[in-house]
């Protein structure tokens, strides 16, 4: 079974442009979740989509925004690109149940953006 | 006040010896779950194991062992006979409550792991 795939690998950007970052799940899983993570902040919970839905989000301003499409790829979002934004992208992808066990999230290899 | 705290920055260890990370936690919810991940320099997040909040025996996958203290709120991680291949980062995280996966995980700062031959 394919793992989660992420693309692009790596991006470099100036700032004030916008981003858009690829994410495909699991094959079967409905869940997709997107972090943040640099040196200062650590690895950060962005949102999490299911049926097209966002159903959680994390503490981030309105320049990072995400969808879900119907066969459960996502993308995410992030308009008028600071410096700060620079980091690495990760998705996660999960299955949809009743335990947290079983919602163990997967993760793809990350998307390294570069702000310049 | 952080969720998740790891409170070793840095650990050396030489090869074939065990090595313990802590990750100590704070939560009020019953219902949680605690999970160990390997981040090796290629950035992906690599599932090492789990533990319940509400599992009776601590977990163990082949050589990682959780050692889940759940009244000190702690779940150290036991690496036996460590390898050249386990340096790397290493993250606690944990989830709260069963809302069908729709909470993030919250992760604390890791621990990078040298393993010196």
């Known amino acids: 079974k394919a793992g989660v795939t992420q693309t692009p690998r790596y991006l470099i950007k100036t700032r004030g442009q916008q981003v858009t970052l690829s994410c495909s799940p699991i094959?079967?899983?409905?869940?997709v979740s997107w972090y943040q993570q640099t040196p200062g902040q650590g690895l950060q919970f962005l949102f999490e989509?299911?049926?097209?839905?966002?159903?959680n989000k994390g503490n981030f301003p309105g320049r990072f925004s995400g969808r879900q499409f119907s066969n459960s790829r996502s993308e995410m979002n992030v308009s008028t690109l600071e410096l700060g934004d620079s980091a690495l992208y990760l998705c996660?992808?999960?299955?949809?149940?009743?335990?947290?066990?079983?919602?163990?999230?997967?993760f793809g290899p990350g998307t390294r953006l570069t702000v310049l | 006040a952080q969720k998740i705290t790891q409170t070793q920055p840095g650990m050396f260890v030489q090869e074939k010896e065990a090595v313990t990370l802590d990750c100590t936690y704070d939560?009020?919810?019953?219902?949680?779950?605690l999970f160990w991940y390997k981040q090796p320099s290629s950035g992906e997040m690599i599932f090492l194991i789990y533990?319940?909040?509400?599992?009776?025996q601590n977990a163990t996958e082949g050589r990682y062992s959780l050692n889940f203290q759940k009244a000190r709120k702690s779940a150290n991680l036991v690496i036996s006979a460590s390898q050249l291949g386990d340096s790397a980062m290493y993250f606690c995280?944990?989830?709260?409550?069963?809302?069908?996966?729709?909470?993030?995980?919250?992760f604390g700062k890791g621990t990078h792991l040298i393993i010196q031959p």
């Open positions: 094959s079967g899983h409905r869940s």
């Open positions: 989509y299911f049926s097209e839905t966002q159903r």
């Open positions: 533990q319940g909040s509400y599992d009776q």
């Open positions: 995280a944990m989830r709260e409550g069963d809302r069908g996966g729709a909470d993030g995980l919250t």
């Open positions: 996660a992808s999960s299955r949809v149940g009743l335990t947290i066990r079983y919602n163990e999230q997967f």
């Open positions: 939560t009020s919810d019953p219902s949680y779950g």
